[in-house]
């Protein structure tokens, strides 16, 4: 007897399911452990991840309030304090906390006039890698202001030609370091250059551009008729970042 179309599209069907069913069967019992173990260690591994992200979250929170220590005590005029707690965070995997105490135990040490112990510092941020590469610039320039009685001027311009462009948030900063450097090389010309791009350039704060439009006009000798002299110096007081920032 004929099955209709109706009940041929049942028969099928239930053939399928039988088959699916057997074919389950057979995957559960060749990997059904293999499947039960590797539920295991995925559920293992996620709770290993959660407990390894709370002890991050609680050695973060230690570490801040080990930074905050010792800004309360450098606030308090106590080095000695903050001493410890700067010099464990300058070891801390996390890299915003090893900036943080290496830029501060710099400060310390320009405060005290250590400019080589400085300098040393700065040029430590500015060749880890590890660090965004606007903090390894502001390193860079604060460890060249500080040696820079101590270098050559064509050693400060070149260190600063790559952050003396227009755009660059260090601009201000590393373009009066450059255009020092050029005055004590009798390139009045070249400094001149370099202040009128910083007196252009709307991110640079107001007061470094005001500075710079001064500083162009002097050496402009059509306008002054009279040669400039070069500026003292910078030195540890140098400018060594854009107002008075110490991050950017």
């Not at 019992?29 to 996620?46: D, H, K, P, Q, T």
């Not at 903050?82 to 040490?109: I, K």
């Not at 070249?190 to 500075?211: M, N």
């Amino acid at each position: 007897m004929a099955l209709t179309p109706q009940n041929n599209e049942a028969f099928l069907r239930e053939v399928d399911d039988e088959l699916r069913r057997d074919q389950a069967m057979h995957v559960w019992r060749r990997y059904g452990i293999a499947i039960i173990v590797a539920i295991v260690v995925a559920l293992a591994a996620f709770g290993a991840y959660l407990f390894w992200q709370h002890r991050q979250e609680q050695a973060a929170g230690r570490e801040g309030e080990q930074l905050q220590a010792a800004y309360d005590a450098l606030a308090s005029n106590d080095a000695n304090a903050a001493a410890a707690p700067l010099a464990t965070l300058t070891q801390s995997g996390r890299v915003g906390y090893r900036v943080a105490a290496t830029f501060t135990q710099a400060d310390v040490l320009l405060q005290k006039n250590d400019l080589k112990g400085a300098a040393a510092k700065f040029a430590g941020i500015a060749q880890d890698a590890s660090v965004a590469q606007p903090f390894r610039d502001l390193a860079l320039i604060r460890q060249t202001s500080a040696e820079f009685d101590t270098l050559k001027p064509d050693v400060v311009a070149e260190r600063m030609r790559p952050l003396a462009v227009a755009g660059n948030p260090w601009l201000g900063s590393a373009g009066e370091l450059m255009a020092a450097a050029y005055l004590q090389q009798g390139r009045r010309d070249l400094a001149g250059q370099v202040f009128a791009r910083i007196a252009a350039d709307e991110q640079v704060p107001r007061s470094l551009r005001q500075r710079a439009v001064q500083m162009a006009g002097v050496l402009d000798d059509k306008a002054t008729g009279t040669p400039a002299a070069a500026p003292k110096a910078p030195g540890a007081t140098a400018p060594a970042q854009n107002e008075g920032v110490t991050t950017r």
